[in-house]
């Protein structure tokens, strides 16, 4: 499963690449308005920090309006991945631009038949949304379970961004059924290192060690 992190900011970004568990970064108009910078430059600045796919949204809602929108972030770097919501225009966009070679992430997918019309699309990625889907009263695993399922069926090469993710569960239960990617803020995935069994257990090495006097090297 690879992991991105969803977020516009150059220091989470900074801080995970160093890991080298960083496999992406997803951003969205509200992430770049959250970080305070021009979207163009912070994209660019992101997409020199990662080698993995950068998503990077359009705003057009027309097909044209989207395509001369995507030709201008596609010049930023080679790993933009050109983010269109999943609408008609949407579609039409992703199919033109994945057809040149583009990478496209389709979000704000809220239905496995919007996953299908997406793989249909070409989209390199599709990003069903599990939090917003789970606070709004339906089962955001359920969805991507289901787009596993229609996916594996076609053989389709589209691969499952599970997005807004809120927390480790929402983690652990996507990789089991087996999404290919998951976004998520930077919280997220540190919190994905912790366990206090594992603190507890280096405590506990730790103080044994010092009673032995010994030193390594
Ligand atoms: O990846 C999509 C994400 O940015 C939305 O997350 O938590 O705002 O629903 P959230």
């Avoid at 070409?122 to 889907?133: E, I, L, Y």
Wanted: net charge negative.
């Amino acid at each position: 499963m690879k992991f991105f992190v969803d977020t516009a900011d150059t220091a989470e970004i900074e801080e995970l690449a160093a890991t080298g568990l960083l496999d992406g970064v997803t951003t969205n108009p509200t992430l770049i308005h959250k970080s305070g910078k021009d979207f163009l430059a912070v994209t660019q600045e992101i997409c020199a920090l990662v080698d993995g796919p950068v998503s990077a949204e359009v705003v057009a809602l027309d097909h044209a309006g989207m395509l001369r929108e995507a030709e201008v972030l596609r010049r930023i770097a080679d790993n933009v991945c050109i983010k269109v919501p999943l609408t008609v225009d949407g579609l039409k966009t992703c199919k033109a631009l994945t057809g040149e070679g583009t990478m496209v992430n389709v979000t704000l997918c809220f239905s496995a038949n919007q996953a299908l019309l997406a793989a249909k699309a070409g989209a390199t990625f599709v990003s069903p949304f599990v939090g917003r889907h789970d606070d709004n009263g339906f089962d955001g695993m359920a969805l991507i379970r289901d787009i596993r399922l229609i996916y594996d069926n076609y053989a389709f090469d589209t691969q499952i961004l599970a997005a807004s993710i809120r927390h480790p569960v929402h983690v652990l239960e996507a990789a089991k059924i087996g999404a290919d990617v998951a976004t998520m803020p930077a919280k997220v995935v540190k919190a994905l290192f912790h366990h206090v069994l594992t603190d507890q257990g280096i405590e506990g090495f730790l103080a044994d060690w010092a009673r032995t006097g010994q030193a390594i090297g």
